[in-house]
Structure formats: C-alpha cells, structure tokens
Nanobody
Framework: QVQLVESGGGLVQPGGSLRLSCAASGSIFSIDYVGWYRQAPGNQRELVASVLSGGSTNYAGSVKGRFTISRDNAKNTVYLQMNSLKPEDTAVYYC???????????????WGQGTQVTVSS
C-alpha cells in the first residue's frame, strides 16, 4: 500500500515563503512523476509544478520564477519551495505521484490528502 503525505502548509503573509513536502511510503520501486496541484474554493484543481524521474520540471505560468519543485529520491520526497507568495496562491495543495510498486508491475497514480496554504495579511 502506497501513501503520500503532504506537510508544510500554513498561514503566511504576502511576500513570504513556505516549503511543502510530499513524502511517499509503502511498497515503492520507482516514482516516475510527481506533480503539485492546488484547488481554491470554487475553482478546479490545477497543476502548479511537476517533476519527472530524470529531473525535468514544469511550472504553471502563474508560479514560474517564484516556486521551485525538487525531489530527494533517497527519501522518496518531493518539495515545493514557494517564495514571494501572493493572496491568490491561497488553496489546498495536493501532491500526485505515478508510482511503480515493483520492477515488474505497472504504475498507478496516488494522491495525498492535501495541505492548506493561506496567504493573508
């Protein structure tokens, strides 16, 4: 059984920073893709940033230059460093990962439970 657990959310003032973590545990052979998504009230869930196993990254235009996604393969953990936060970044942030349990198994996508980020003065 694979679990994804996000942490690091909270309340921060505009212009501040937070670092979110997404830790995967359980039966894991490889993690091919990890994405951070966010969903604000009344809005659809949107992709914020993603990273592939080879290290390639992708960012939404609204966060490019402010957010940085990185991964620690030894810890099965992906981070989202968020700088220069704005009130419009307020949302529940979720991580999503494509995980292969064994060398011979197919991969499946998993979601974490989400962590609230609130940017407000």
């Amino acid at each position: 059984q694979v679990q994804l657990v996000e942490s690091g959310g909270g309340l921060v003032q505009p212009g501040g920073s937070l670092r979110l973590s997404c830790a995967a545990s359980g039966s894991i052979f490889s993690i091919d893709y990890v994405g951070w998504y966010r969903q604000a009230p009344g809005n659809q869930r949107e992709l914020v940033a993603s990273v592939l196993s080879g290290g390639s990254t992708n960012y939404a235009g609204s966060v490019k230059g402010r957010f940085t996604i990185s991964r620690d393969n030894a810890k099965n953990t992906v981070y989202l460093q968020m700088n220069s936060l704005k009130p419009e970044d307020t949302a529940v942030y979720y991580c999503n990962a494509d995980i292969r349990a064994t060398r011979y198994s197919g991969s499946s996508f998993y979601w974490g439970q989400g962590t609230q980020v609130t940017v407000s003065s």
